[in-house]
């Protein structure tokens, strides 16, 4: 049972360049959420699903890019980035009847 | 809306010392609430919850958290401190009757440190 797994796990890009942050979860999980943590603060949402082919902005989204064509997959997509997308990144699942997340171990991002 | 505040940034204790990490919480109907702790370059990994029932629960590595509805409360507690507790700890809360998508959402952040 793998549970939440990301991919990279560490990231250097250049300023304007794209990536793809990938979330592959094994559990069956309806919901799914991107969250970043930059340097000595809190978890902001990025995105989250509520099932496959829904997704909805949360508190940071802009610069941002996400889809759910299967339940297991949620990928997160940076177009163009920024210095200000510096951040940890962690990908997070639950069931519609779970409590808490299950936490992928996260990909650190910099961008210079 | 839902929001958590860790009013503390960092909390220092002496090892075998009790210890005690704040949270308190703001939501519209009835919280789920949960402790995660975050070590070095590594995932943020479950403590404990509470959901309803017993107002102190129990969870891992002999930590606790006791439920104040009337304070809107949540502190984490550990009657002794290891050094190995050292990390980066986040309340978290889901308000349970207004939250279509199950979102946590998560406290700053407190660092424990622990000194031999």
């Known amino acids: 049972n793998a549970g939440v797994t990301q991919t990279p796990k560490f990231r250097i890009l250049k300023i304007g360049q794209s990536m793809t942050l990938q979330c592959t979860q094994d559990?069956?999980?309806?919901?799914m959420y991107w969250y970043r943590q930059d340097p000595g603060m809190g978890l902001k949402l990025i995105y989250y699903?509520?099932?496959?082919?829904?997704?909805d902005k949360g508190e940071v989204p802009n610069g941002y890019n996400v889809s759910r064509s299967t339940t297991e997959d949620f990928p997160l997509r940076l177009e163009l980035a920024a210095p200000s997308q510096t951040s940890v990144y962690f990908c997070?699942?639950?069931?519609?009847?779970?409590?808490?997340?299950?936490f992928g171990s996260g990909t650190r991002l910099t961008v210079v | 809306a839902q929001s958590v505040a860790q009013p503390e940034d960092q909390v220092n204790v002496a090892e075998g010392n009790p210890l005690t990490v704040k949270c308190t919480y703001s939501?519209?109907?009835?919280?789920?609430l949960f402790w995660y702790v975050q070590y070095p370059n590594r995932g943020l990994q479950f403590l404990l919850k509470?959901?309803?029932?017993?107002?102190l629960v129990k969870g891992s590595y002999g930590f606790e958290a006791e439920f104040n509805k009337s304070q809107t409360s949540f502190h984490l507690k550990k009657p002794s401190a290891l050094v190995s507790d050292s990390a980066l700890y986040f309340c978290?809360?889901?308000?349970?009757?207004?939250?279509?998508?199950?979102?946590?959402?998560f406290g700053g952040g407190t660092r424990l440190m622990v000194k031999p």
């Open positions: 978290a809360v889901r308000d349970i009757g207004d939250n279509a998508g199950n979102m946590l959402t």
């Open positions: 997070a699942s639950i069931t519609g009847t779970g409590y808490g997340y299950t």
């Open positions: 939501v519209s109907g009835n919280p789920y």
């Open positions: 509470y959901i309803t029932g017993d107002n």
């Open positions: 699903s509520v099932g496959a082919g829904i997704t």
């Open positions: 559990m069956n999980h309806n919901y």
